[in-house]
């Protein structure tokens, strides 16, 4: 394995959290008791989503000023992965959801049409919507280099609507979700508390880390299949 | 000075068997495995499927390594 620190690193973090976020102290609050402990798997997905198109984009940016066509490739694999997290996200969301936002005098899924209409959802349904379309506008051309070019404008305007969807409007209108008001989760002064704090950037870092071992494994399949099909 | 080590790691030894005197619940089979809830057994079985996951992707890893080196 090539250049193996961070991979190591990755590891060591994800079983630290791991042990560290089913065991270390929580504070108790009413109806979100034990779920709190997703704030170390559930928000991660999302932290994680971010970084990943962050560096999606920083290599259709690349592209755009070198056309080399590698940058395009690593700018693919990145967007899926991102979306890979984003939907783990999406779906660990629901779960927790029904359990802490729901009624619980009713069934899960009546309480359905109300969790639904929560603009943090909408938001981030439209934020992955949109990077959906970057996959099928991309893989859809078969133009080496007009792909490559038409998928990175794309990619920035799809990063463009990634800040407006999931992190301005959400907090414009009223929300059930938490941190609406300031900087959910980095919030120094009341948001979560100290301890678990120590278990949730790791935990960040950590969830990155595999998304990007698992990008690079593509990246680097995707280009040995490039060079034989060149050869 | 060995000998005040010796005697400074036993303190916590005789400390530990006061602490189990503390506690005197009814009859429990209390291993570390069911005691909390048996949070534990949930942490172990997290730990082995983070680890098999791990192991495949650290395969994976190798592989595309070994077809790396072989296209070279």
């Given at each position: 394995m090539h250049k193996s620190w961070w991979k190591i690193t990755s590891v060591v973090l994800l079983v630290y959290t791991f042990i560290a976020g089913f065991l270390g102290n929580v504070p108790h609050l009413p109806l979100l008791q034990e779920t709190i402990r997703n704030l170390?798997?559930?928000?991660?997905?999302?932290?994680a989503m971010m970084i990943l198109?962050?560096?999606?984009?920083?290599?259709?940016?690349?592209?755009?000023r070198t056309f080399n066509i590698k940058y395009d490739i690593y700018a693919r694999q990145y967007a899926v992965m991102g979306i890979v997290f984003g939907l783990l996200g999406y779906i660990t969301g629901a779960i927790w959801a029904s359990y802490t936002w729901a009624d619980p005098n009713k069934a899960a899924a009546n309480s359905f049409s109300t969790i639904a209409r929560d603009p943090k959802l909408i938001g981030a349904a439209i934020a992955l919507l949109v990077y959906f379309a970057y996959l099928i506008l991309r893989d859809s051309i078969q133009d080496m280099d007009k792909r490559a070019r038409i998928g990175a404008v794309y990619n920035i305007f799809a990063y463009a609507i990634l800040f407006p969807s999931i992190w301005i409007l959400p907090r414009i209108l009223p929300s059930l979700h938490p941190g609406n008001e300031g900087n959910p989760a980095l919030d120094v002064k009341n948001d979560i508390s100290g301890s678990m704090r120590l278990v949730f950037y790791p935990a960040v870092i950590g969830w990155t880390l595999l998304g990007v071992w698992i990008t690079t494994l593509k990246i680097?399949?995707?280009?040995?299949?490039?060079?034989?099909?060149?050869? | 000075m060995k000998i005040i080590r010796k005697i400074s790691l036993l303190f916590p030894a005789l400390f530990y068997s006061l602490l189990i005197q503390a506690q005197d619940k009814p009859v429990q089979?209390?291993?570390?495995?069911?005691?909390?809830?048996?949070?534990?057994?949930?942490?172990?079985?997290?730990?082995?499927?983070?680890?098999?996951?791990?192991?495949y992707v650290a395969r994976l890893d190798r592989k595309i390594s070994r077809l790396e080196k072989e296209s070279n």
């Open positions: 170390y798997f559930h928000v991660c997905m999302w932290f198109f962050t560096v999606s984009v920083v290599n259709s940016i690349r592209y755009l680097r399949l995707q280009l040995l299949n490039e060079k034989k099909m060149s050869a | 089979m209390a291993d570390t495995m069911r005691s909390n809830g048996r949070i534990y057994v949930v942490v172990a079985v997290v730990l082995t499927i983070l680890s098999g996951l791990i192991l």
